[in-house]
């Protein structure tokens, strides 16, 4: 008896670690954890609307304030495969984004990112080599617009000299290019140092002056298998969300003598609204967010 509630115990009850002990299991999330702020995050989306009573759109570009705070989930928690198990461990996140503008609330958001790398042989059952897991990461967020998704993909730490792509954010496969759908994007009125073409040159803008040495690429994609996303019926018959990719740079950072954690991320939705021009389909708009944050 005493056998088997030992055994009960061990695969059941979780108890929270040390500090240590859980920053040592969250492997490329570890330095998350924490409160993030940053003041010069950008928002690019277009939106259904009516021009003279056609169905047309309406480009928004917003720069904005935000708040990220990660919090660590306090135990591994066991996925029981059979001959194997996997012990999940991540962080909760919430997050704000106040207009610089309005200095009204623009976006929250809240949800988790995991650590699925651990898997293991069953204690119990044959000892054999853990298949390797194509993701070992995984974002999952809650949108109050009525958007629930599932983002996979992988953690790296490369070497060599740091820098962030360019990222091209207009929408593309209009059928018809020439009807001056671009117009609005190729000179954002409001925001002329906001750049449609690159909205990655303000995250490169931010770091021109830094010493950067160590950083943790993560980088999701709800395309990738076991992803999705899930939208209410009024979200999927007006601008449908079909996609969301998202790539953070995790960064230690020297400048003017000081040492400090940073975050910068890039990530975009594909929304789908208003038919191209003659041949099928929807035309995809990019919603694009960009920001670079520091540890407080």
């Given at each position: 008896?005493?056998?088997?509630?030992?055994?009960?115990?061990?695969?059941?009850?979780?108890?929270?670690?040390?500090?240590?002990?859980?920053?040592?299991?969250?492997?490329?999330?570890?330095?998350?954890?924490?409160?993030?702020?940053?003041?010069?995050?950008?928002?690019?989306?277009?939106?259904?609307?009516?021009?003279?009573?056609?169905?047309?759109?309406?480009?928004?570009?917003?720069?904005?304030?935000?708040?990220?705070?990660?919090?660590?989930?306090?135990?591994?928690?066991?996925?029981?495969?059979?001959?194997?198990?996997?012990?999940?461990?991540?962080?909760?996140?919430?997050?704000?984004?106040?207009?610089?503008?309005?200095?009204?609330?623009?976006?929250?958001?809240?949800?988790?990112?995991?650590?699925?790398?651990?898997?293991?042989?069953?204690?119990?059952?044959?000892?054999?080599?853990?298949?390797?897991?194509?993701?070992?990461?995984?974002?999952?967020?809650?949108?109050?617009?009525?958007?629930?998704?599932?983002?996979?993909?992988?953690?790296?730490?490369?070497?060599?000299?740091?820098?962030?792509?360019?990222?091209?954010?207009?929408?593309?496969?209009?059928?018809?290019?020439?009807?001056?759908?671009?117009?609005?994007?190729?000179?954002?009125?409001q925001f002329p140092q906001?750049?449609?073409?690159?909205?990655?040159?303000?995250?490169?803008?931010?770091?021109?002056?830094?010493?950067?040495g160590k950083v943790t690429?993560?980088?999701?994609?709800?395309?990738?298998?076991?992803?999705?996303?899930?939208?209410?019926?009024?979200?999927?018959?007006?601008?449908?969300?079909?996609?969301?990719?998202?790539?953070?740079?995790?960064?230690?950072?020297?400048?003017?003598?000081?040492?400090?954690?940073?975050?910068?991320?890039?990530?975009?939705?594909?929304?789908?609204?208003?038919?191209?021009?003659?041949?099928?389909?929807?035309?995809?708009?990019?919603?694009?967010?960009?920001?670079?944050?520091?540890?407080?």
């Amino acid at each position: 008896m005493a056998e088997i509630a030992q055994t009960f115990l061990k695969g059941f009850v979780r108890l929270s670690g040390s500090v240590a002990e859980v920053a040592s299991k969250l492997g490329p999330l570890a330095d998350l954890e924490g409160t993030w702020h940053g003041s010069d995050g950008w928002n690019m989306i277009a939106v259904p609307s009516q021009n003279s009573g056609r169905p047309s759109f309406t480009l928004l570009v917003q720069n904005y304030y935000e708040t990220i705070t990660f919090t660590a989930i306090g135990a591994p928690v066991p996925n029981r495969g059979g001959a194997t198990e996997q012990f999940i461990t991540g962080l909760t996140y919430e997050l704000t984004v106040i207009d610089k503008l309005t200095q009204g609330v623009l976006h929250v958001e809240n949800g988790m990112w995991l650590n699925m790398a651990d898997v293991q042989a069953q204690p119990d059952g044959p000892v054999k080599a853990a298949a390797p897991a194509p993701f070992t990461i995984a974002r999952m967020s809650s949108i109050p617009h009525g958007d629930a998704l599932m983002a996979l993909g992988n953690a790296t730490t490369p070497g060599g000299k740091f820098a962030i792509p360019d990222m091209n954010a207009l929408p593309v496969d209009m059928g018809r290019p020439d009807l001056g759908y671009l117009d609005a994007y190729k000179i954002i009125q409001q925001f002329p140092q906001f750049s449609a073409r690159n909205p990655n040159l303000m995250l490169q803008k931010a770091i021109a002056n830094q010493t950067i040495g160590k950083v943790t690429t993560i980088h999701v994609d709800t395309q990738n298998q076991g992803g999705n996303i899930s939208n209410i019926p009024f979200i999927h018959e007006h601008v449908n969300a079909s996609r969301f990719m998202s790539t953070f740079w995790i960064e230690d950072v020297t400048m003017d003598g000081i040492n400090f954690k940073q975050l910068q991320y890039s990530q975009q939705a594909d929304l789908d609204f208003l038919p191209k021009f003659g041949i099928p389909g929807l035309i995809m708009w990019p919603h694009v967010n960009v920001n670079t944050l520091r540890k407080q």
